[in-house]
């Protein structure tokens, strides 16, 4: 059965990707609120509620506009000293907090996940229900589902000879509370993650862009020493294992689009413009 704080995401999700398409011409809030069968004042409440702020100045944060006036500012800085030199407060930026990754033996990554032991939950979060796994080390995959069965199917397929139990635990706890803008238990959060040394590398750099920050495929290629390796650095972000922790949909196209998500475009226009919203105020 779906959750009232599932139904309010799909809701704002439709409004979002309305939004998206018809963002040329500035719908006003009559108009978003009728494509999702709300009434105007419900609409500007449910939204404001879940987003921090106005569907009006919202829409400045989703529009590929938005996405464009970052790329071109700062001409002579990279985006990433540019948000290091501009930041958010502390208590705000993941790249100052010190969340740990360590990579799974080569035995584990060539034998499917054989001798692990894997916990696994289902959670609501404001962008849709969720799966998140852990190990005895730590959290090792978050995706996006609705469906539960789909969701496990899918996790069982990363890790075919692992044991799987359906148990919650303070790993999987402590991540979650990065959905309540909860920073406090992120020292806390160990991530036991599959991929080559590549990927690793390429993940752990993803951890240093800002919240409320974007940067390209090109800047992360030039930040782990490799400025050629665009597509592969492409290919790394596609592959990563844990959703919004490891925070791939802060990337976009160096054309300032925002481009493709394992997720869902709308999925990630949303993350984008709910994180920005949450950080207006700190800069």
């Known amino acids: 059965m779906e959750t009232q704080a599932s139904l309010n995401y799909n809701r704002i999700a439709s409004a979002i990707e309305y939004i998206q398409h018809h963002f040329k011409e500035q719908p006003n809030l009559d108009e978003v609120a009728a494509q999702i069968h709300l009434s105007p004042s419900h609409f500007q409440r449910l939204f404001t509620e879940w987003a921090g702020t106005s569907p009006k100045k919202f829409l400045q944060y989703i529009s590929i506009q938005y996405a464009k006036k970052l790329l071109n500012e700062n001409k002579g800085l990279t985006l990433f000293d540019t948000a290091y030199e501009t930041g958010l407060s502390s208590t705000s930026r993941l790249h100052d907090l010190f969340i740990n990754i360590e990579g799974m033996s080569p035995a584990e ?3 499917g996940g054989q001798f692990l032991h894997i916990n696994y939950r289902f959670a609501d979060s404001p962008f849709g229900k969720l799966i998140v796994a852990s190990t005895t080390k730590g959290v090792c995959y978050i995706a996006f589902e609705n469906n539960e069965t789909k ?5 069982h397929a990363k890790f075919p000879n692992a044991v799987f139990n359906h148990h919650e635990d303070e790993l999987q706890e402590n991540a979650l509370y990065i959905f309540q803008n909860d920073w406090s238990a992120l020292s806390e959060i160990k991530l036991h993650l599959k991929g080559t040394d590549f990927q690793l590398k390429v993940w ?3 951890l240093k862009i ?20 665009s597509r592969a650095v492409g290919t790394a972000i596609g592959s990563n294992p844990v ?3 490891i925070p791939c949909h802060r990337i976009i196209q160096s054309s300032g689009i925002t481009g493709g998500y394992m997720w869902g475009p709308t999925r990630k226009t949303a993350i984008i413009g709910w994180e920005s919203a949450r950080t207006e105020d700190q800069w």
């Not at 969701?151 to 996790?155: E, I, N, R, T, V």
């Not at 800002?210 to 390796?229: D, R, S, V």
């Open 109 to 111: 990554y060539k034998n």
């Open 151 to 155: 969701a496990f199917q899918d996790l």
């Open 204 to 206: 752990e750099s993803l």
């Open 210 to 229: 800002p919240m409320g920050k974007l940067t390209t495929y090109g800047t992360i290629a030039q930040q782990i020493g490799n400025p050629k390796a």
């Open 243 to 245: 959703a919004f922790l």
